[in-house]
């Protein structure tokens, strides 16, 4: 009897992304044999988790963390294909696993979080035998981890929109107003400073081409520029954004009202800036139907 060594499941598991005990069993039953085993996984299993970690995941959970003392948060998406699976409590509990590991073990990125132990496995061996069980895609996509200068707060909308909040000074209250506010308002930066200056750049060519049909004078025109940009700040920057609950004062007005500031904040929303495959049904129908004629 061969011996089945970690490296030889490994191997398998590479170039079959079948769950690890599905490459033990195979690899036993083949007495050590690699390509006999592969042959074995693709009768059990059908290859589907290899076929499913080529298609999109843009569905999945916003989820949320945080340490004992609540000075340490975490916020992970974690993506799946379909809103049905992202209801699994299999792959809920992998979420959770990644946003606790996020405030306890700080990772870099997305692949050292990946491989960091959950009991006997790393996050992402975890990951891929759900893949293999579940048999659509799951991607930890990414996450941020927040160390608090004053009080987090966080508010989760529907599992798909998480937001938390460092509040300097004011109250729990405020603190979860201020997380409401930026799940509906979505503001990309707290202040000017913050926004990305190719996002600036962009809003900016979309005036100018604006401006220019308008047919007002050079000096006109630059204004309108000008304006439309300025415009825009104040409706992406979350200081410059009226309040949902008064829209009479802005939070910046808010906050100095209560006598604090907001130290930072993280906003996830699940599926932004993917783009989903576009599938024609009748197409892949008919192209079925043509194979299985052959």
Known sequence: MAEITAALVKQLRDKTDAPMMECK??????????????EILRVRLGNKATKAASKTAAEGVV?????????????VEINSQTDFVAKNDDFLGLAKSASDLVVAQNPADVAALGALSVGTQTLDERRLDLVGKIGENMVIRRFNRVEAKG???YYIHGSRIGVLVDLVGGDEVLAKDIAMHI????PVALD???VDPELVAKERKIATEKAAESGKKPEFVEKMIEGSVQKFLKEVTLLSQPFVKDPSKTIEALLKEKGATVASF?????GEGIEVEQVDFAAEVAAQMAAAQK
């Open 63 to 75: 989820i949320i963390s945080l340490s004992a003392d609540g000075k340490v948060g975490a916020l």
């Open 192 to 194: 000017v400073t913050g």
């Open 151 to 153: 009080q987090l707060a």
């Open 183 to 186: 799940a509906a308002s979505k």
């Open 25 to 38: 069993k195979a690899l036993t039953e083949a007495d050590g044999d690699l390509g006999k085993a592969e």
């Open 266 to 270: 993280v906003l996830l929303i699940v």
